[in-house]
């Protein structure tokens, strides 16, 4: 079976979204995995406060590497966040994917995403687990 980082790597190479965010991967095991970006311009709304969408993807990528890291491929069924603090450019955030429950066919997982010490947003995902291996061809 394929080792987590070697997944979660094949899985950014190929995911130009994650790419243009910046996201670095900190670290990865099966059901966990740490982000970090730093919030850019052309990510901020009206308000020059970071779009909702930014954190929102940055907790989506943690929530799928984390589940991927098993080695059977994982899809997000349902997801919702709560933002607790506007961010602006420059902040640096890291996102903590934490696995919560994995059954034989659903998996569920919290993301908090920080700027320090801070909690800036709460994610909820429940991701289906599908019956296919990672092959890296």
């Known amino acids: 079976m394929l080792k ?7 899985m950014l190479e190929n995911d130009a979204f994650s790419q243009w965010l910046g996201i670095e991967l900190v670290s990865v095991v099966p059901g966990n995995c740490v982000l970090d970006m730093v919030i850019r311009k052309e990510m901020t709304n009206g308000f ?32 919702s966040i709560a933002h607790t603090q ?14 919560k ?11 908090a995403v920080y700027c320090g010490d801070v909690l800036v947003a709460l994610f909820k995902g429940t991701v289906y687990l599908t019956s296919r291996e990672w092959q890296l061809d």
């Open 4 to 10: 987590a980082e070697t997944i979660v790597r094949h």
């Open 48 to 79: 020059h406060i970071a779009h909702g969408g930014i954190t929102y993807s940055l907790a989506d990528s943690a929530l799928a590497f984390a589940a991927n890291g098993y080695g059977i491929q994982a899809v997000s069924l349902e997801t």
């Open 86 to 99: 506007a961010l602006k450019t420059g902040d640096a955030i890291r996102a903590i994917a934490q696995e």
């Open 101 to 111: 429950h994995r059954g034989k066919k659903t998996g569920i997982y919290e993301v």
